[in-house]
Every structure is written in structure tokens, then in C-alpha cells.
């Protein structure tokens, strides 16, 4: 389960990207058996395109399962990142267009 200040954090994202035009859903990892390991914690779907973010307080690093599923959905041609503010993810919103 996400510490309070990265869930506080992740969902200040969240509405952010919601006020773009976003359709967001959240992930919710841990100890979920069902859950595969290393998901991103927000999924969204902007301007056609499939955004992937692992939300992280400043300073911290996606683990290397999650470094593994970033891999994974830009190689499938998606967008995957790792954010630690709302500007960071004002910065992918606003490079990211229908292609």
C-alpha cells in the first residue's frame, strides 16, 4: 500500500490529468495475488494514447519490476514514466498526441 504523502501525491496527478481530458484509473498493487507485479500506479487514456506513470515522491526510483513493465509498454508503443509532480505530468500530457 502507498505511503500517505505518494497516495496524496497520486492523487493530485490523478485530477490533474482528469481536468486534461484524461480517463484515469488507479492501480492498486501490494500484496494482491491477482495483481501483476510492477504495474504502474495510474493508467490512463489521453488524446487516444495509452500513459502508464509510476507516481513517486522526489528523490525515489521505480523498482526494477517496474523499470521492467516501462520497458514493456514503450516498446509496445505506449507511454510509460515515472513522475514525481504534477508538472511532470503536465509535461507528458502536453507532448503526447494522437498518432
Known amino acids: 500500500m502507498a505511503t500517505q504523502p505518494?497516495?496524496?501525491?497520486?492523487k493530485k496527478i490523478r485530477a490533474h490529468a482528469e481536468e486534461r481530458g484524461a480517463w484515469v484509473f488507479n492501480v492498486h498493487?501490494?500484496?494482491n495475488p491477482f495483481q501483476e507485479v510492477g504495474v504502474m500506479d495510474l493508467i490512463m487514456c489521453y488524446?487516444?494514447?495509452?500513459v502508464g506513470v509510476e507516481v513517486k515522491l522526489p528523490g525515489e526510483k521505480a523498482s526494477r519490476a517496474q523499470e521492467v513493465v516501462i520497458r514493456r509498454v514503450?516498446?509496445?508503443g505506449g507511454i510509460a514514466?515515472?513522475?514525481h509532480s504534477v508538472a511532470d505530468?503536465?509535461?507528458i500530457l502536453n507532448r503526447t498526441t494522437r498518432k
Open 6 to 10: 505518494e497516495a496524496k501525491l497520486s
Open 29 to 31: 498493487g501490494g500484496d
Open 47 to 50: 488524446r487516444g494514447r495509452f
Open 74 to 76: 514503450r516498446e509496445a
Open 81 to 83: 514514466e515515472v513522475v
Open 89 to 91: 505530468i503536465e509535461r
